[in-house]
């Protein structure tokens, strides 16, 4: 079947709506997210069994905490992370013997026994195929100058890594996640809830419920990046963008563009891409080039330590390329469904654009007739007058 032959009922559809439903498409689903989470809890379990004096502190990580997860391609598995903090000092204990103290806890259960692998900051545990994901468990100390802060251990290079995880997502993400962009009064868009977290535990913070990943704007921007990001770096894994360098400059990009107003939601995602390598700093000479994303809440951190002129030459190339799909598609907007869907599906594939269109089309009815769809004040919100039949970028509710 053709894609310019579906049938879609009256309704105006934005093309990020589309996209929303490819990547939920993407996550780890409610079966998957609930098995993860009975891992989780499982390891946690095993790791409070350490020697209580060492106060050990458990929390996810990550994408995970984030709500960016995004399946990886070619048959690969969800990289979840969880941190297992111990109260003791760096500066007494090195890397190795940290690190060890985890890896000997978690084999002394004979089922991680088996499963543990090392891994330069983390002990990943590789559950069988089906499972669909690995479990990485990076060991943490305080940081002894700083008390907000941790370290982690480098193995490779017999260090302390300074390391702020928990502030990152609910400090810097989060925060500007719940900023929503503010689009022109003309204009009416469908709400988009922020994710929200449950509170850590004294000894184990659970997992977010499966229930709270219902995108942000940022949230969904993040995971779209990332896929294109998969698929274009396939071939080159070496000089792909790590995610946490992708998540920090995006944010950075939505926070400088929130307090302007935009037509639409498209428009407003279309510049946040653009803006992308202003949140890159290059110092030195060319051909001696040093580029750094620094960690926004800890100055120690730098995402782009390890890369070089080729990392950078790369970089500019994929953004290059995504950001002239993301206007092709802004400029297909008026020129009928037909020109729209197929535009999707250079960037996203036929048959994702085709599945997903199939099945935003029943929902955009069911939510409209439940008069669920609502704006307020010209942004993005919960409350306010009935939104038409039209759906776009965020969550449906």
Same mark, same amino acid.
């Given at each position: 079947?053709?894609?310019?032959?579906?049938?879609?009922?009256?309704?105006?559809?934005?093309?990020?709506?589309?996209?929303?439903?490819?990547?939920?498409?993407?996550?780890?689903?409610?079966?998957?997210?609930?098995?993860?989470?009975?891992?989780?809890? %499982?390891?946690?379990?095993?790791?409070?069994?350490?020697?209580?004096?060492?106060?050990?502190?458990?929390?996810?990580?990550?994408?995970?905490?984030?709500?960016?997860?995004?399946?990886?391609?070619?048959?690969?598995?969800?990289?979840?992370?969880?941190?297992?903090?111990?109260?003791?000092?760096?500066?007494?204990?090195?890397?190795?013997?940290?690190?060890?103290?985890?890896?000997?806890?978690?084999?002394?259960?004979?089922?991680?026994?088996?499963?543990?692998?090392?891994?330069?900051?983390? @002990?990943?545990?590789?559950?069988?195929?089906?499972?669909?994901?690995?479990?990485?468990?990076?060991? &943490?100390?305080?940081?002894?100058?700083?008390?907000?802060?941790?370290?982690?251990?480098?193995?490779?290079?017999?260090?302390?890594?300074?390391?702020?995880?928990?502030?990152?997502?609910?400090?810097?993400?989060?925060? &500007? %996640?719940?900023?929503?962009?503010?689009?022109?009064?003309?204009?009416?868009?469908?709400?988009?809830?922020?994710?929200?977290?449950?509170?850590?535990?004294?000894?184990?913070?659970?997992?977010?419920?499966?229930? &709270?990943?219902?995108?942000?704007?940022?949230?969904?921007?993040?995971?779209?990046?990332?896929?294109?990001?998969?698929?274009?770096?396939?071939?080159?894994?070496?000089?792909?963008?790590?995610?946490?360098?992708?998540?920090?400059?995006?944010?950075?990009?939505?926070?400088?563009?929130?307090?302007?107003?935009?037509?639409?939601?498209?428009?407003?995602?279309?510049?946040?891409?653009?803006?992308?390598?202003?949140?890159?700093?290059?110092?030195?000479?060319?051909?001696?080039?040093?580029?750094?994303?620094?960690?926004?809440?800890?100055?120690?951190?730098?995402?782009?330590?390890?890369?070089?002129?080729?990392?950078?030459?790369?970089?500019? @190339?994929?953004?290059?390329?995504?950001?002239?799909?993301?206007?092709?598609?802004?400029?297909?907007?008026?020129?009928?469904?037909?020109?729209?869907?197929?535009?999707?599906?250079?960037?996203?594939?036929?048959?994702?654009?085709?599945?997903? %269109?199939?099945?935003?089309?029943?929902?955009?009815?069911?939510?409209?007739?439940?008069?669920?769809?609502?704006?307020?004040?010209?942004?993005?919100?919960?409350?306010?007058?009935?939104?038409?039949?039209?759906?776009?970028?965020?969550?449906?509710?």
């Amino acid at each position: 079947m053709n894609i310019t032959e579906l049938k879609y009922r009256s309704v105006a559809i934005n093309p990020l709506a589309v996209i929303d439903r490819i990547i939920a498409d993407l996550e780890l689903s409610q079966t998957q997210y609930e098995d993860a989470t009975e891992s989780y809890n %499982a390891v946690a379990d095993v790791l409070k069994k350490i020697n209580p004096e060492l106060r050990p502190s458990i929390f996810p990580q990550g994408s995970m905490r984030l709500g960016t997860t995004v399946r990886p391609i070619q048959g690969e598995r969800f990289d979840l992370d969880m941190v297992c903090w111990l109260f003791v000092s760096g500066k007494i204990h090195t890397p190795d013997q940290v690190f060890n103290h985890v890896w000997d806890t978690l084999g002394q259960n004979e089922t991680y026994r088996q499963m543990r692998v090392k891994k330069n900051r983390c @002990i990943r545990l590789e559950y069988a195929p089906d499972r669909k994901f690995y479990l990485d468990v990076t060991p &943490a100390v305080p940081d002894w100058a700083q008390t907000d802060l941790l370290y982690v251990p480098d193995r490779e290079r017999k260090k302390w890594c300074s390391s702020h995880p928990k502030a990152f997502c609910d400090d810097f993400f989060k925060k &500007a %996640a719940e900023t929503l962009p503010t689009i022109r009064p003309d204009v009416l868009i469908a709400n988009a809830r922020s994710a929200t977290f449950l509170n850590a535990s004294a000894y184990v913070e659970p997992m977010p419920e499966f229930g &709270a990943f219902e995108k942000t704007p940022l949230q969904r921007i993040v995971q779209m990046l990332k896929r294109d990001r998969d698929v274009y770096f396939q071939e080159d894994t070496a000089h792909r963008p790590s995610s946490i360098l992708l998540t920090t400059i995006i944010t950075q990009s939505y926070s400088s563009l929130i307090n302007q107003s935009f037509r639409d939601l498209l428009e407003f995602v279309v510049r946040v891409v653009e803006k992308l390598p202003e949140f890159i700093f290059v110092t030195g000479e060319p051909g001696a080039r040093k580029f750094h994303v620094i960690n926004p809440v800890n100055s120690q951190e730098d995402f782009a330590e390890g890369w070089n002129e080729q990392h950078y030459k790369r970089f500019r @190339i994929w953004h290059g390329r995504v950001t002239a799909s993301l206007q092709s598609l802004q400029k297909s907007k008026g020129l009928g469904q037909d020109v729209m869907f197929n535009r999707l599906s250079e960037s996203f594939g036929k048959d994702n654009v085709v599945r997903a %269109a199939k099945a935003f089309g029943a929902d955009t009815s069911a939510l409209h007739e439940a008069s669920k769809l609502r704006i307020a004040g010209g942004a993005v919100g919960s409350v306010g007058a009935v939104v038409p039949k039209t759906i776009y970028f965020g969550s449906e509710k």
